[in-house]
C-alpha cells in the first residue's frame, strides 16, 4: 500500500505556472510508477502525464506536451507536475496516481491522493 498526499494547488492567471507535488508514504516509493491525471466539472477523469520508476521515459496527454513537465525525487518520496503557460481549459482537481503494474502509461493505477484544485482564470 502506498498513501498519496497532493499540494500546490491554487488560482493563477492564464499564462501562469504552478508546481504540484505528490507525497508518497508507505511501500517504497521507487517502486511504482507515477502519473497524474486530472477531472474538470462534469468531466470523466483524464490522463495528464506519468513517469518510470526510475524517472526517465515520461509520457504526456498531448494537450500539456511542452507545457507541463513531470518529475520525481525517489529520495524524497515526491513526484511533481510543473505546469507553465496555463489555460483556462487546464482547470480541474489534478490527482495523483500510482501503480506497481507494468501496464500502457496512461492507464490508471489503482491508489490515489485526494486532489489538489487548480484554477486558471482567463
Known amino acids: 500500500q502506498v498513501q498519496l498526499v497532493e499540494s500546490g494547488g491554487g488560482l493563477v492567471q492564464a499564462g501562469g505556472s504552478l508546481r504540484l507535488s505528490c507525497a508518497a508514504s508507505g511501500r517504497t516509493f521507487s517502486i511504482y510508477r507515477m502519473g497524474w491525471f486530472r477531472q474538470a466539472p462534469g468531466k470523466e477523469r483524464e490522463f495528464v502525464a506519468s513517469?518510470?520508476?526510475?524517472?526517465?521515459?515520461?509520457y504526456y496527454t498531448d494537450s500539456v506536451k511542452g507545457r507541463f513537465t513531470i518529475s520525481r525525487d525517489n529520495a524524497k518520496n515526491t513526484v511533481y507536475l510543473q505546469m507553465n503557460s496555463l489555460k483556462p481549459e487546464d482547470t480541474a482537481v489534478y490527482f495523483c496516481?500510482?501503480?506497481?503494474?507494468?501496464?500502457?502509461?496512461?492507464?490508471?493505477?489503482?491508489?490515489w491522493g485526494q486532489g489538489t484544485q487548480v484554477t486558471v482564470s482567463s
Open positions: 496516481n500510482a501503480d506497481l503494474r507494468v501496464v500502457p502509461p496512461t492507464t490508471p493505477g489503482p491508489y
Open positions: 513517469i518510470s520508476k526510475s524517472g526517465g521515459t515520461p
